[in-house]
């Protein structure tokens, strides 16, 4: 069965990463949607890495996919430190954001991979005012790893642009 989303909630996967890009002050509706995003975006990467035959590039992509998980299931304690109630991200089968095959991704290309490493070296800036916004230590720290774990994912799409230019 599907996640169902809230009223008033972005429907698509574009409109919840247009949403969190504005959120300066989160509730704990937006760490719902950051960790539906998260979670998607852990499908996302493993549908990029099929578009390339380069092990190396392979690899990279899932380990960000992978960690793409463990920022969405952070982002759920945060909803749960935070008086939300019990939240666990769904899996790729149940997440609305991945319904219709709505997936994104071009070919990969060392353009297309820095380009979304700048969306990636982004979202620390994102994390890191979100942490800064709460009155809460151990959430504003998850946010805080989340956010250094955004420049390792950035880092891994550099190395993979560069990877398929060697």
Known sequence: M???LEPGWPQTLGEAFAHIGKVTAPGVDDFKIMSLVEAASE?????????????????????????EMVHARRAA????????????PPSAEENPYLAAGA????EVTPE??????????????LYEGWAASLDHAEAAAL??????????????LMQAAALLES
Request: glycine residues 16%; charged residues 20%.
């Open 112 to 125: 297309a991979l820095r380009k979304l490493a700048q969306g990636e070296f982004g979202g620390q800036a």
């Open 43 to 67: 499908t996302l990467y493993r549908v990029t890495a099929q578009g390339t035959d380069h092990a190396g590039v392979i690899d990279l992509l899932h380990h960000n996919g992978r960690e």
């Open 103 to 106: 997936l994104p991704f071009s």
């Open 2 to 4: 599907a996640f169902a």
């Open 143 to 156: 946010l805080r790893q989340n956010g250094a774990e955004e420049v390792d994912h950035g880092n891994r």
């Open 77 to 88: 304690q945060v909803v749960t430190l935070l008086g939300g109630g019990d939240f666990a």
